[in-house]
């Protein structure tokens, strides 16, 4: 990205941190975050933190649907890595798919600090796009900062 000041609001809507590296990730931020004016909004919206994912890890389960056999195992991994796999079984054509996912999850403070590495004024953590302050990390959706 080359903008330098040109947006009143730049969004990150549902961004996944954990597929690149943390350097790659404060230099994805820092040019959002240049891109934005002075006065100007910055906001990251996040699908989860950690905090939020764990009460719901691990998961193993298997399912039968529209006659696929469908396997699903996810865990949280050394590093806070998410490890995700799923091999669907499909009797009726003899096929058997599977697919493995494996990225970094960050905590509501490892979001933080990334932003303020990313040099993130002002920064803001809300439930909600209503700009419902979040009580703690689990409840962390949007990240909000002000450019001065």
């Given at each position: ?36 004016k002075d006065g100007g909004w910055f906001l990251l919206q996040i699908p989860y933190t ?99």
């Amino acid at each position: 990205m080359t903008w330098d000041g040109e947006f009143d609001l730049v969004y990150a809507l549902e961004h996944t941190l954990g597929f690149m590296s943390a350097d790659e990730l404060i230099r994805h931020l820092q040019c959002m975050w240049k891109a934005v004016k002075d006065g100007g909004w910055f906001l990251l919206q996040i699908p989860y933190t950690l905090e939020a994912e764990e009460a719901t890890m691990p998961v193993h389960k298997w399912e039968f649907s529209d006659g696929r056999y469908t396997l699903v195992d996810k865990c949280i991994v050394e590093g806070n890595k998410k490890r995700e796999q799923c091999v669907i079984i499909d009797p009726g054509t003899n096929r058997i798919d599977e697919y493995f996912e494996e990225q970094r999850y960050y905590t509501w403070k490892e979001i933080i600090d990334l932003l303020n590495e990313a040099v993130v004024e002002q920064i803001k953590s809300l439930r909600d796009l209503s700009g419902h302050v979040a009580s703690d990390g689990k409840e962390a959706k949007v990240f909000l900062g002000r450019k001065r």
